[in-house]
């Protein structure tokens, strides 16, 4: 197991005052006692002044003897759990996080495009896609990224928001993957990303995002003969390239000990955020767009609400990754804007289309641990207050409704509640920790006060929901646990791996099969439930079955937060396997 179990609380044990006290023996008191009370000697035991008659007293010393051990076995197993070594009775899991998280990080290795390695642990990919960008409108190479979900179709906005999410998990938590062997797993799935990143993210033209058309088509991704379309985006669309910013920034902290591959992406970074904020200090408001004005087919799938949450969270990620407080001016120059920008149903949900909460956090983890004082009082204060505020409402139950199980429902007119579920366990137990090693145990709420142990649970019971602690005892993870989603919408995972070539239309043979899929999508985190705990175990309903790269984020970075930190620490503080100071390496106050 990855983690230990919560300990049980100890329990005083009382004896009652007529049949649990220990017998009298013949000491002054007690012969005082039987002076005053008895004129002539008993013919039985002093007990018998207590309402005890002892027959046979060799029984009695036996009863005696099994009494006080079994006092003793029990007082012990209540004492156990508080002389165990703190890292291992720190808000444990039953379930085994070790295996879930390499099972979710696998996930990726299934949804690779391009050349594919040779040594994927996943058996029925191969290479695919090897034309992309060539054979297109725009003649560029885009081999390589990853597909997004259960089709063969590669989104740059969910996938640079991955790249983003899975990089801040390793920033935090590198030492929990190197513990348990997953770092250079994790590394390799971000790079396969950031490498993909650095070719549509062409500084001075254009961004690309590639959109087959291939919905219709059920087809696996090494079979493809169809045109790949690709649309292309300029500078103006402020959330692609300012998603794409944050991935490459955020990134290079995570290879900052390759120092020539981190450079190269905080070069490209900067390249990219220089021409989208020169657009904004010309035009301001006027033509600022998002994707949804040049994003072709993608809009449809990957609609944008807004462009300034991405603007401040590529100008924070390229803050920590460069230390150029020119960056920090502008993301806490704006933060409020784009708070005051937030959708209604956006509020208080970190996923692909809204970074703000997650934002939120970040500044606050800036204020409690290298403040930076004036000018950025005001916006990190504000940062601290909201992110306070996040919590308070996921705990509160006024702000969200919970499905009966206990899954909390950020965003229940959209579907696929895990995704969110995921993310908002993974914001609060990394600001449990950063509270934790405040030594806060409390704090206030509008209404209410909430502690760092409801926190705790409420973080961990959404991992535990999604890996099987719910009314249908399912694992929404396929492969972990005994029982899991077997007919998960996806075309790999769902076409024999049999070395044949099957057409579209031989696909659809597959899609509409009522049988399971002949290959486990090991780690794949499907939609979810609906708001009633129902699921439907089948291929054709997406909102139940369809996994995807962004949402698998999500889950990664929850896992490793609730992982077991190192059984060693070089911190003298609470032991909870993470890096404080890391990313702020290149943070000073003097810049």
């Not at 390499?102 to 299934?110: E, G, S, V």
């Not at 259960?150 to 935090?172: D, R």
Request: glycine share 8%; charged share 20%.
């Amino acid at each position: 197991m990855a983690g230990s179990s919560n300990s049980a609380p100890v329990s005083s044990i009382h004896t009652s005052s007529e049949t649990g006290r220990l017998l009298p023996s013949a000491t002054k008191c007690n012969s005082r006692e039987i002076d005053l009370d008895v004129s002539l000697p008993s013919p039985y035991s002093k007990s018998y002044l207590f309402e005890l008659v002892i027959t046979d007293k060799t029984h009695y010393r036996r009863f005696l003897y099994i009494s006080l051990t079994l006092a003793f076995v029990v007082l012990a197993l209540g004492l156990v759990p508080h002389f165990l070594p703190q890292n291992n009775r720190h808000h444990g899991h039953s379930k085994n996080l070790t295996l879930a998280l390499n099972q979710a990080i696998t996930f990726f290795d299934a949804q690779k495009s391009g050349s594919y390695p040779s040594n994927s642990p996943i058996s029925f990919r191969g290479s695919s896609g090897l034309q992309d960008g060539n054979s297109s409108n725009i003649h560029a190479d885009l081999v390589g990224g990853f597909y997004d979900s259960g089709n063969n179709i590669k989104f740059t906005f969910p996938a640079a928001y991955t790249i983003t999410l899975l990089s801040w998990s390793v920033v935090e938590y590198h030492r929990k993957y190197a513990d348990i062997g997953e770092l250079e797993h994790i590394k390799d799935v971000i790079k396969w990303g950031s490498d993909y990143l650095l070719k549509v993210g062409r500084a001075g033209n254009d961004t690309k995002n590639p959109v087959p058309n291939d919905i219709n088509c059920w087809q696996r991704p090494e079979d493809m003969r169809y045109k790949r379309p690709v649309s292309v985006c300029n500078e103006t669309a402020s959330d692609l390239a300012g998603e794409i910013v944050a991935a490459l920034s955020a990134a290079s902290i995570v290879f900052k000990q390759e120092n020539e591959y981190s450079q190269r992406l905080i070069k490209k970074a900067e390249q990219i955020y220089e021409i989208t904020a020169k657009e904004d200090r010309i035009h301001r408001a006027i033509t600022y767009t998002t994707i949804d004005a040049c994003g072709g087919e993608a809009r449809k799938f990957y609609g944008s609400s807004g462009y300034k949450d991405e603007l401040v969270w590529a100008a924070t990620w390229l803050f920590f990754a460069t230390g150029n407080h020119t960056f920090l001016d502008y993301a806490t120059t704006n933060f409020a804007a784009a708070a005051d920008d937030e959708t209604t149903t956006d509020k208080g949900i970190f996923y692909w289309n809204n970074k703000l909460a997650a934002n939120a956090v970040l500044f606050t983890r800036l204020r409690f641990f290298r403040d930076l004082g004036f000018p950025y009082e005001k916006a990190l204060g504000l940062s601290t207050n909201m992110t306070d505020q996040l919590m308070c409402s996921y705990l509160s139950k006024q702000n969200f409704n919970r499905t009966p199980g206990g899954l909390i429902l950020l965003s229940p007119g959209t579907g696929g509640p895990l995704q969110f579920a995921a993310t908002a366990s993974f914001l609060s137990k990394l600001y449990n920790d950063y509270l934790t090693l405040l030594r806060r145990s409390s704090w206030n709420c509008t209404n209410d006060g909430f502690s760092l142990e409801m926190l705790q649970s409420f973080s961990t019971s959404q991992i535990n929901y999604i890996l099987g602690d719910n009314p249908r005892k399912m694992s929404y993870m396929v492969g972990f646990g005994d029982h899991y989603p077997t007919h998960v919408h996806h075309r790999s995972a769902s076409i024999p791996w049999d070395g044949q070539y099957h057409s579209c239309a031989e696909g659809d043979r597959w899609l509409h099969s009522q049988d399971r899929n002949p290959n486990i999508l090991l780690g794949a985190m499907v939609a979810g439930p609906d708001q009633f705990d129902d699921f439907s175990d089948e291929r054709e309903k997406t909102w139940f079955t369809e996994p995807s790269i962004a949402g698998n984020a999500g889950l990664v970075a929850a896992l490793i937060a609730h992982h077991n930190p190192p059984r060693s620490s070089a911190s003298n503080g609470p032991n909870l396997g993470l890096d404080i100071v890391g990313i702020f390496e290149k943070v000073h106050s003097d810049s």
